[in-house]
């Protein structure tokens, strides 16, 4: 099926000549960073976790967010997310891969990262994360590949896959569970010291990955025949509704529970993050335009008439995602790392080289996913089912 | 050809038997597990149950005074001299607010208020560095040391989001350049891994004390926390001391008279 990856229109091959010369400029800082170690990031003693840990987070919700299309389709038969449920499952690949590049550039000795399955210590959450990360690629690689098999070869796949699915429905959970606990664990960061972390993490994720992948599948539509039919866009629409108003909801919880119990430890970092602290104010602006963003993707995605218009639905699914993007992929962290261990504050700004880094990473992702969503609509062309 | 497939079983049976008795025996023979052979410490070596340590802060109490304990552990570990926010220390000065931060008290006695305490890895006895390490990188050490092997650390920085002390530092660049006069008989660290005070482990099996409480005057006091006997235990059944943030349950072995 691979070979449907090797053919393609010029603007194809521009695309991925594109996303290789990112990944090669990229790829060459990252030489710089093997060098130089981690000192041309902008992290410090105080945020020792900065922009790659923060996408690698985010992208961790990306990678579950698939199951918003799997779980409907296999466990309640929604059938017209037919022609959806490949692209999901593609997805959570790209996702994945993206995981895994973040986790690997964030290292400061990279060429021992095999030392965690030399030496597995399964009480680290650290342990745990590598195996589910790694498992739900493998789940996501067989089930992707064997459906799309079967569907060019009209054959049904074997009896097994069901239950390969079922497993990769119920990991998608736990990729993300696991992913919160690496921070909900922690003793002493109160940003992150909470039970609903872990329930936050995937109602921003079950939001803001299936805005992605909707908003991927309308490029797709424009450049293809590709049409997974209105009724499906309205549907996830739907879905990304309902759990940004969790995900805005839990998030209230928060702020309510720190202001209302006055708890200095509770309230610092949220303090932090939306009015600043000793004087620093990086994160200020950022975090109200994330609010404000939030809102109003809220406001467009709620009135079923401003919903269901499709001129307007990108739109708003790219506001949701920029909020979201904010508060996870910038606030998580530094708010978590703010203030420090003696009640100061450093303040972290990623630098060039390694916002770089992180765009040679996203180029990766996104090469995996346009060969991945090539052989899909390559096969669908072939067996005249797009 | 059921008899061969039976009698193959039992040699894959009886061969992997073989093989866990013999990896027990030899974790046996290594007394308690690790890699490779264990050297015996040398005979003057120090021993204790739970190295502890208790710091009088009525006699050490200034930034100058701790400056030239930070320097003697520093230049005797080749501790790199970096400037914030990417430093690297093993044992520094911090205000009451910020080494107590659940203290917090806005009429805190004037002497107090001004004093600076020394701070450095509190050894745990409950460590979340040690629970969140994905390879065993830092691990506790059955005299209660919180230890790094710093050959191991893959340098994903867990250990420094999980440390309520802000104990441990990461070499972000070489380090090499940054230490002015080497030691050559402690190993320098290369970039890309956390470091961290290790109690002197190096100095305990040579039969010293660690450096700080050489270089103290009698200010900090360093024994075993488990003997009853022991000068630790002695200052501690005495003065009133207190521990940094005893409520996360981590059990520091560091403590300070008031």
């Known amino acids: ?386 | 050809m059921k008899q061969s497939r039976r009698n193959f079983l039992k040699f894959v049976g009886i061969s992997a038997l073989g093989l866990g008795l013999a990896k027990v025996a030899g974790v046996e023979a290594a007394g308690g597990g690790g890699h490779g052979p264990v050297m015996e410490p040398p005979h003057d070596a120090l021993h204790a149950k739970r190295w502890g340590m208790v710091i009088d802060t009525r006699k050490l109490n200034t930034a100058e005074a701790i400056a030239p304990l930070a320097e003697a552990c520093h230049s005797v570990h080749n501790v790199p001299t970096i400037a914030a926010p990417r430093e690297m220390k093993w044992l520094w000065a911090e205000s009451f607010d910020g080494s107590f931060t659940e203290m917090e008290n806005d009429r805190l006695n004037d002497e107090i208020e001004h004093r600076k305490f020394a701070l450095l890895c509190n050894h745990c006895q409950n460590p979340p560095c040690v629970r969140v390490c994905p390879t065993k990188a830092t691990f506790k050490r059955a005299d209660g040391i919180t230890m790094m092997d710093m050959h191991r650390c893959i340098g994903c920085r867990y250990c420094m989001a999980a440390c309520p002390y802000g104990a441990r530092s990461f070499n972000f660049g070489d380090p090499q350049k940054f230490v002015a006069k080497p030691n050559p008989e402690y190993p320098m660290r290369m970039r890309g891994v956390v470091e961290k005070c290790t109690f002197c482990s190096e100095r305990l099996e040579a039969g010293k004390q660690p450096a700080c409480v050489e270089a103290s005057q009698g200010a900090m006091l360093f024994g075993d926390l488990e003997d009853k006997n022991s000068p630790v235990r002695k200052a501690l059944r005495e003065n009133f001391t207190i521990r940094r943030k005893p409520s996360l349950g981590t059990q520091p072995s560091v403590y300070y008279i008031i």
């Open chain 1, 1 to 386: 099926m691979l070979e449907k990856a090797l053919q393609g229109s010029p603007k194809y091959w521009g695309w991925l000549a594109f996303l290789g010369l990112i990944i090669a400029a990229g790829g060459g800082v990252y030489m710089t960073q093997l060098q130089d170690g981690l000192q041309i990031t902008g992290m410090n003693r105080d945020v020792s976790w900065g922009f790659y840990i923060a996408q690698f987070t985010y992208l961790v919700g990306v990678a579950a967010s698939g199951v918003m299309v799997v779980l409907p389709y296999y466990f309640h038969h929604y059938k017209k997310y037919k022609k959806m449920v490949i692209m999901g499952e593609f997805m959570a690949i790209g996702a994945v891969v993206m995981c895994l590049g973040f986790i690997v550039v964030d290292i400061g000795q990279p060429q021992r990262m095999l030392n965690v399955m030399l030496h597995p210590t399964p009480n680290s959450i650290l342990f745990w994360d590598m195996v589910v990360l790694n498992g739900y690629l493998f789940l996501n690689v067989i089930v992707g590949w064997m459906s799309l098999q079967s569907e060019r070869t009209r054959i049904d796949p074997p009896k097994w896959l069901k239950y390969v699915i079922y497993t990769s429905i119920v990991w998608a959970f736990s990729i993300h569970t696991v992913t919160a606990f690496l921070y909900q664990g922690l003793p002493a960061r109160h940003y992150w010291l909470t039970a609903i972390l872990a329930a936050r993490f995937l109602a921003s994720a079950f939001c803001s990955g299936p805005a992605i992948l909707l908003l991927v599948i309308m490029l797709v539509q424009k450049l293809t025949k590709f049409n997974p039919g209105e009724d499906a866009y309205k549907t996830l629409a739907k879905t990304i509704t309902y759990a940004m108003c969790v995900n805005v909801f839990f998030f209230l919880l928060e702020v309510f529970t720190a202001a209302y119990s006055s708890i200095p430890g509770h309230m610092h970092s949220i303090a932090y993050l939306f009015v600043g602290s000793h004087g620093h104010t990086g994160m200020v602006p950022w975090m109200w335009s994330a609010a404000f963003m939030a809102i109003l993707s809220l406001c467009l995605l709620i009135p079923p008439a401003l919903r269901d218009n499709m001129k307007l639905l990108p739109w708003s699914l790219a506001i949701l995602v920029a909020a979201t993007w904010i508060d996870k992929g910038l606030g998580l962290l530094i708010g978590g790392f703010t203030p420090n261990m003696f009640e100061g504050v450093t303040e972290y700004w990623p630098t060039g080289k390694e916002l770089m880094v992180s765009l040679a990473v996203y180029a990766t992702g996104a090469l995996v996913l346009t060969l991945l969503f090539k052989v899909a609509t390559g096969i669908r062309e072939e067996t005249d089912n797009l």
